[in-house]
């Protein structure tokens, strides 16, 4: 199975191609707690070594620590080897950060400022190379453009097919916690790819319903983060967390229930969660965070599982 | 003997997209079934009249339904579908009355438990449809899951006047044997008096190995026979158990009540809830 999930597939039409599990960079920037640098480059290093080669990251993450420790770790691979994504919308200056912003440990005080015009795409995109001393990115994502949409598609988006045009970027696409926008930018502009977060998991699977057909339809890749839910779907424990704060106790209940389901078959619920989006046609690859080596390893220990259909069958559960 | 088989179902594949079927362990009941599938296995366990239920979010199912229904006397009545949220419900309602057998339709059920959302129920524009659906004369099936029994109990509460009807339980975890918080939830929804529960889905959720008697039993203290009605959930049953098992399940489960305590749970419990016609051939 570990050939399959790492094995290079094509996003969407673009000829950027992604392992089926790729890393997410947000929690080894220090999400809800600080990450030491060293952990940080061995929780990349183990990913490399597992087989992964797809890593997407963001200037909001860790306010820039997630693309200096990225780049940082790639400077010692072969670039050629690896597919890079990082997204636009949000630029770094100095400050106090708004509350929102505050999960992040450990980081550079950064006020983060909403930006999706043109000229935002090109200084935040000049930055993050800056920052990662990569010399290009191979997919770019208007990233959570949620209150923002007018001005993400008439500046954000054309900048980006421009940049695509002019072989600056191998491929674009958005990045959200909804459906229904992306859906949206699927419908009215020529993505390569979508990136959804949360919205197609064990606990919400609401792509389902009207993102994932859209894009099997029109050829669109669809990367799919979230796949834990905020870690309840690791670690289903009371006070977990899910969608970026604390759980529900519907929630939890649910998850218990889920995990109690795959104990039944002796998979631990993280390995479902994560294998689970790569079930449906659309989807392209999953997207993963992990903040350690440990759960890293972890991770590539659940691509190897193997997953009977009758488990597939009684997570579903949605028989009428 | 009369029964009445308060909720089973019909699809066709072959007509429309079923996802939910695409997993392999659904290859077994992956095909057209239709009410000559049905005919035999209720002649053999004595059912005389059915609700039929929907199982896609899709108007034309539901007309469709209708009509068939409405074309013999075996559907006495039809849970449909539409959709709460939107502003048309009333009209959407109105216009599958005014269709093809019409006078069939006896309350509305949309998949709830599909919704990512624990709290949908809770939402003021379903709540709003909810009222609406009571406002047409019509019932109400839940069909969730026990997480979401919360944001049911809720509804319930929030709109007295509309008859609710439990679907499968609430689905709880048979197969672990857990009870709770289910079983506290059912009680919960069990003391508002305009829900009724079927005795339904249960070989589905049991598995091979699980035992549906306490869920059974927590249902039926809690609700009273005369609020309880036993559903099939025909064909989905298939993937557990034939007509005859889930028929004889349901016997073994009642079998410590007094005939006229049967009589409601097969018979006039559906006919209460869903307004059926009165029997001609009364007993």
């Known amino acids: 199975m570990t050939g399959a999930l790492t094995e290079l597939v094509p996003l969407g039409r673009s000829e950027v191609r992604v392992s089926r599990i790729g890393l997410g960079t947000a929690p080894l920037s220090g999400l809800y707690a600080p990450v030491g640098e060293r952990e940080a480059a061995a929780a990349l290093a183990t990913a490399w070594d597992a087989g992964i080669r797809y890593f997407d990251t963001a200037p909001h993450y860790g306010a820039g620590l997630a693309e200096r420790r990225l780049g940082a770790f790639l400077s010692g691979r072969d670039r050629t080897a690896a597919t890079v994504s990082t997204k636009v919308g949000r630029l770094l200056v100095p400050g106090v950060p708004a509350p929102a912003d505050q999960d992040f440990h450990g980081v550079p005080d950064m006020i983060r400022l909403r930006d999706y015009s043109a ?10 190379l800056e920052r990662t001393g990569l010399d290009a990115f191979d997919v770019v994502l208007i ?21 695509r045009a ?19 930018f699927v419908t009215e502009t020529d993505l390569d790819c979508v990136l959804v977060a949360g919205r197609y998991s064990l606990l919400d699977r609401g792509a389902a319903r009207d993102l994932l057909p859209l894009c099997a339809e029109r050829g669109v890749g669809v990367l799919v983060g979230g796949v834990f839910n905020s870690g309840i779907l690791a670690d289903p424990r009371p006070g977990a967390r899910f969608d970026y704060a604390t759980a529900p106790e519907e929630i939890v209940h649910r998850a218990r229930e889920l995990a109690a389901r795959c104990a039944a078959y002796g998979v631990p619920l993280a390995a479902a969660a994560l294998r689970f989006p790569l079930r449906h046609p659309a989807v392209t690859a999953v997207v993963v965070g ?17 997953i009977p259909d009758t488990l597939w069958h009684d997570l579903d559960g949605n028989e009428p | 003997m009369t029964w009445t ?42 059912v005389d009249r059915t609700v039929l239920v929907q199982v896609l979010p899709d108007l034309d199912e539901t007309a469709e339904f209708l009509a068939l229904a409405g074309s013999g006397d075996l559907v006495r009545g039809v849970v449909g579908w539409a959709d709460l949220t939107s502003a048309d419900l009333p009209e959407a309602l109105a216009r599958l009355r005014s269709g093809s057998g019409g006078d069939r339709l006896v309350g509305v059920r949309h998949l709830v438990q599909g919704e990512p959302d624990p709290g949908w129920l809770s939402r003021g524009d379903v709540q709003r449809g909810l009222r609406a659906v009571a406002g047409a004369g019509l019932s109400y099936d839940l069909l969730t899951l026990p997480h979401q029994l919360p944001a049911a109990i809720d509804a319930v509460r929030a709109v007295p006047e509309l008859t609710f009807v439990l679907d499968h339980l609430s689905k709880p975890p048979i197969r672990s044997g857990e009870l ?5 939830r059912i009680r919960e929804l069990a003391a508002e008096p305009n829900v009724f529960c079927k005795l339904s889905g249960m070989v589905t959720e049991a598995g091979p190995s699980g035992d549906p008697r306490p869920y059974a039993q927590v249902v039926l203290d809690a609700f009273g026979p005369e609020r309880v009605m036993f559903g099939s959930d025909w064909p989905v049953c298939l993937l557990a158990a034939t007509y005859a098992e889930v028929t004889g399940l349901a016997e073994t489960l009642t079998s410590g009540l007094t005939p006229a305590e049967r009589d409601q749970i097969f018979d006039q419990t559906a006919a209460r809830a869903y307004g059926l016609p009165p029997r001609e051939d009364q007993r």
């Open chain 2, 180 to 184: 709770e918080p289910w079983a506290a």
């Open chain 1, 143 to 163: 990233h959570d453009p949620d209150d923002h949409w007018e001005q993400a598609v008439t500046g954000a988006y054309p900048a980006l097919a421009r940049l």
């Open chain 1, 119 to 128: 000229a935002g795409v090109y200084r935040s995109l000049a930055e993050s």
């Open chain 1, 166 to 184: 002019e072989g600056a970027v191998r491929a674009i696409g958005a990045g959200m916690n909804q459906t229904a926008m992306l859906a949206r």
């Open chain 1, 290 to 306: 992990a903040r350690s080596a440990e759960e890293v390893a972890d991770n590539a220990a659940h691509l190897n599982l193997t």
């Open chain 2, 5 to 46: 088989d308060a909720h089973h179902h019909l699809w066709s594949p072959n007509t429309r997209a079923h996802t939910w079927l695409d997993g392999p362990q659904m290859a077994p009941i992956r095909r057209d079934f239709d009410l000559d599938d049905l005919m035999p296995e209720i002649r053999a366990a004595g």
